[in-house]
């Protein structure tokens, strides 16, 4: 997974590898530091995290014996662009540090250490009205006998949800527009806890009546500067069945070269084989061609920016009314 710097001085967050829970001797500073942190690629959400707006986060943390030593503290950047927080926590001499780190979290979320070794933010949701991105990272540090020097706190944090975008292309003639309108989102499951980095089994189904909405627009074919229509959202990691998962939209087409049907509604399965992983964007590329709509091609979903992913997508002529996707190309 790729990865940004935030630069930021003394008490921030330095965000290292991919590594979730990491290790380290910790050293000669008297009092807990965070140092500045990396962040992974931002979602390109309604409300994104991205290292120009996350403005702050927030740590638990505890050890064997103490499970508050940080309480929710918020850790931010002065003046001077040192990340801080206050009022400062000495080290104590040989204990094993259990930190846990996450931006703000979506509307209705809560957060909760309830051991020094079991960190859990509830119910968190990613439906049509939580469309906010998070990020969150945990970290294991020993404090040995102080007599090294002692390092500040840093975190990688990795954004904990995924999302899903939509490419369409026209396949017509140049002088043919296509309106978009009517997209829509739903079957997906929306809530989840997230347990020391790790989410359970989702659940809260998304029903029609309650489909995330994407916005209008347009796609055009031209032999430079095509006109691809193009929107995402965020929704919560999980597998799903065959069947479940849909996209639906109307199309609507003029130009001088339509003949026959205009308008149409499609309405696409998303492959079950396809699971959505957090921090991932499944990018679900669409080409609609034929004079009629009648014909609807699918090319191929990638995962973009943070990992890739493969999915071939058909028109499954046998289903009444839709647009079938699967993931072998039949």
């Known amino acids: 997974m790729k990865k940004f710097l935030i630069i930021a001085a003394a008490a921030g967050t330095v965000l290292a590898s991919c590594a979730k829970t990491e290790t380290v001797e910790v050293s000669d500073a008297k009092y807990i530091g965070f140092d500045s942190a990396w962040i992974g690629n931002p979602t390109k959400a309604v409300t994104e995290t991205t290292i120009g707006n996350l403005g702050s ?57 309830t051991t020094y070794d079991n960190f859990v933010i509830s119910d968190v949701k990613a439906d049509k009205n939580h469309q906010s991105d998070f990020v969150y990272d945990d970290a294991t540090y020993s404090s040995d006998d102080g007599s090294t020097p002692r390092q500040k706190v840093p975190f990688t944090f990795e954004h904990k949800l995924s999302m899903i975008k939509f490419t369409l292309k026209s396949g017509f003639a140049e002088d043919v527009n296509l309106a978009i309108s009517d997209f829509k989102v739903y079957g997906m499951m929306s809530n989840n806890d997230l347990t020391n980095g790790t989410w359970g089994t989702a659940d809260t189904q998304i029903e029609a009546a309650n489909a995330i909405a994407l916005k209008p627009g347009e796609a055009r074919a031209a032999e430079e500067a095509a006109v691809n229509y193009e929107d995402d959202c965020i929704v919560m990691p999980q597998t799903f069945n065959a069947e479940t998962v849909f ?12 003949t026959g049907v205009s308008e149409k509604t499609i309405k696409a399965e998303i492959p079950a084989s396809t699971a959505w992983q957090p921090g991932y964007r499944y990018n679900y590329i669409v080409t609609i061609d034929g004079q009629t709509l009648d014909y609807i091609t699918f090319d191929t979903p990638t995962v973009n920016p943070w990992t890739d992913e493969t999915v071939n997508m058909v028109n499954d002529e046998t289903t009444s009314g839709q647009v079938v996707v699967d993931n072998q190309g039949n």
Not at 61 to 78: I, K, L, M, Q, R
Not at 87 to 94: F, I
Not at 247 to 258: L, N
């Open 57 to 113: 986060f927030f740590v638990y943390g505890g050890y064997d014996g103490n499970n508050a030593v940080f309480t929710g503290t918020e850790v931010s950047p002065n003046s001077n662009g040192v990340w801080t927080y206050s009022p400062l926590v000495s080290w104590e001499d040989s204990k094993e540090y259990h930190f846990y780190a996450y931006s703000k979290l979506p509307d209705g979320a809560s957060a909760s250490l």
């Open 247 to 258: 996209a639906e939209f109307k199309v609507t087409a003029s130009g001088t070269s339509i």
